[in-house]
């Protein structure tokens, strides 16, 4: 909704970081002496529907009033009204913020005002299963894929990104190199080379907005060769291989067992081309073991076969050493990519991708053309936050406070749910649970959905059919919730299984 | 260079920024008696191959007589030699800082240790052309695209981040809506109706990384359509047809006269989709006048016909009323695409794109596997900017500073270029020159770049042919390099064409 005061800039800074025509507010309509109670459902219903956006700073009580001709009183009131049901918190001179949506999709009124994508777990997951069930509504989000989000350090971000702007030539500022900004190129290979134990030069390293643009360039650049398909596990993550599809690239599917991708059933495929995480196999967990290397190195050398080595979440690790990355066997037939997505933050938007030699120069062409280069500030702040060691330091935080959030959900579920087999818990950021008996997951998925917890089916990640399972994610959630959304899991396998429980 | 030490991690972070290993200095190499003058070389090498980039802070004095095991003195010497020749610069406590690459490349043996692109004005441009002049050691910059980017506001910015970083709700560390995060989607609706008169709603605005990407979600989703062949503008951006053109689309010229685009020409041209840029055209600073965003409305009605509306520095106007959008007046059949680069930095890489409802889903979904949304503190860093007026109190300054920049330019052409002809002065953060005499102007770039000027000729943004000419960027220079630039291009020019100056 644009404002309309043309003067809204020239007003001073601390007055009017809002104005509140966005919030379009009818004072007409309030009921009669029910002022504050009007206002406070105004206001709530602004919040549901991103009108008032999470972290966003309500307009100070004295500028509300003002424009809606009420008293101060009435703003005070229905503010504190709604710091009470946690949906605004003060922060001294700062303001007053917005930290929390209503729980209730009832109360916000939200389907009128705009479209939000709904969990369909009935259907085909399509384009936006993922953003549908992000925006879903539910009190506890055992959803894979992010680390610890509170974690976040962000005195050391702001820290570093201040040093940053200190020192930066004003040409940094204008176009780039679209490998990347250098010094950060040379962050990433030094970081590659203490934890993953790849040799790569700082020019071997094109910097990208993480590993979906990494399977675009991938995908682009293979096409460019005439690729028409990339093998995938099976299980294996859905949205790679949404990815893939959407650059019409077919996807056939390779079991994977308890060695991981069966790198027989690869070489009777007879794709050229196959996409993996052998450091901790999504979702199952499974390490590829040394034999398949091995059986992997010799049919990329016999079958002049190309590897996707996704090694998304390598660095978390609980149970048991370190393994290798692929790249380091065979890396003039991998490529490697990764992102800071599981160790710091998927909303940084930064990863890496390492080309073998016959396709370097392709793939610097691809993300030429993608975007001409990522954005420098943050890849200028990453390197501060790697070379001084900050980097490392967090993510041995994470390990620990990620390992007691493991062991957190293991032990509920051993409570809550014994039927329910447990899969790849010794590194990472989630675990698979399945199921003997048989039933749906996506049926499980729903009806934990209607609890108020958030989690992804097996199945999705699935082409070929298995057992039922739910994929589970405990890095982002405190023990209590993981504990809580586990019994509500117990109630939902209920519905689903009667009788079994 | 991977460095080898697995303890940086662990040393205290004031002493470690850096490790001195990546430098490589052997000291039993150095001559004996001119420890100070050896050492002030190996590091103007380091500084000019990039293993001490631009920006980053040197080891501090004692850390490297430490590990070259010389004394301090021999630090300081060759420290204050490379601030006396503007290669570093002391900050009081933060350190000593890389603020310059050294001017000579005979110096700095890259071409020993890395690939650096040459510009070769002789050959058709090559996908790396712009990188490659980027890359051209130059004293002088007067290439196109970008504004005053010693003027960005990093004081502003950092202040927009820490508010930002205060308020925001872990979960926005996560993955996000790949249109963009809410807020900043509805402040860029508001940019637009407030600066371009262009009224959408935040749910219309997709946020990208930049004109770049935008080209790059546009044929993607055109490509689907079947469409082949998108019209540009002639003379127009040699950077936006390679981007179509990467995509394997023919991008077939329509003449640019005194009032824009020849709609005529478009409509013979049998193109269902025109890209243009109707408020400053690229590179002749016409703007497309009355009658012609008629005929071209009218074009798009009776054929069904696409434009894509490249708004790249409509911010920025001198001499003349604001232009309004093509978008204002045909909202259905207009993909509209801007970004800040124009306004504050290319190296944020953020912008937007609004696609006329036909194919709203379309770019929404091809911008998901793009890369599934933007990063998001940058996102929230500029709603700050844009809402508190900051960026508007910005680009009032940025134009005071870019007119006198242009005047100056202008001044040094009319006493140094008589025999030019300026073109497209009236807006925008370049001008363009034409001569009547017959030569080659990529002759008179290359005879400019050997005397430390970057310039761009204007037959690279030409697929019909022309007369010559350069494409002249004056906002980011101060007035006393770019009259010292005009005056390096007499000499060029008289090389070029002896005996007519």
Known sequence: MPRSNPEASDRSKTETD?????????????PLGGLAGWLTEQLRAAIADGRLPMGSRVPPGRVLADELRVSRGVVTEA????????????????GTF????????GISGQASERKVPRTDFAAAPGHDVFDALRASPARIDLTPGVPDLAAFP??????????????????AF?????RGAPPFRRAVADWLARNRGIRVEAEDVVIVTGVAQ????????????????IAVEDPGSLGVRQHLASRRLRTPPIPVDQAGLRVDALRESGASVVALTPAHQFPTGVVLDGRRRRELVKWAQDEGGLILEDDYDA???????????????????????????????????????????????????AKRYADLGNAVLPQLVLTELMECGELERHLRMLRRRHRRRRDAMIEAIRTQLPQARIHGAAAGLHLTITFDAGFRDTDLAAAALEHGVKTQPLSWHHQLSSEPGLVLGYAASPPADTARGIAL???????VLPGQL
Do not use: C, M, N
């Not at 899991?489 to 519905?495: E, F, I, S, V, Y």
């Open 18 to 30: 809002f104005g509140t025509d966005f919030l379009q507010l009818d004072v007409s309509l309030a």
């Open 79 to 94: 503010y504190q009204r709604l710091i009470e049901d946690g949906q605004l918190a003060g922060r001294g001179r700062a």
């Open 98 to 105: 917005v930290v929390a949506a209503p729980i209730s999709p």
């Open 154 to 171: 962000r005195s050391a971000w702001l820290r570093a990104e201040r040093r940053v702007l200190d020192a930066l030539d004003p040409a």
């Open 174 to 178: 204008g176009y780039g190199d679209p």
């Open 214 to 229: 990494a399977l675009d360039l991938v995908s682009r650049v293979l096409l460019d060769d005439g690729i028409e398909e």
């Open 315 to 365: 660095e978390h690790r609980y149970d048991r050493p370190p393994v290798p990355a692929v790249h380091a066997l065979l890396p003039e037939r991998v490529f490697y990519t990764g992102s800071v997505s599981k160790t710091l933050a998927p909303a940084l938007r930064v990863g890496w991708l390492i080309a073998p030699p016959s396709h370097r120069e392709a793939v610097v062409i």
């Open 489 to 495: 899991l117990r109630k939902a396998l209920r519905q």
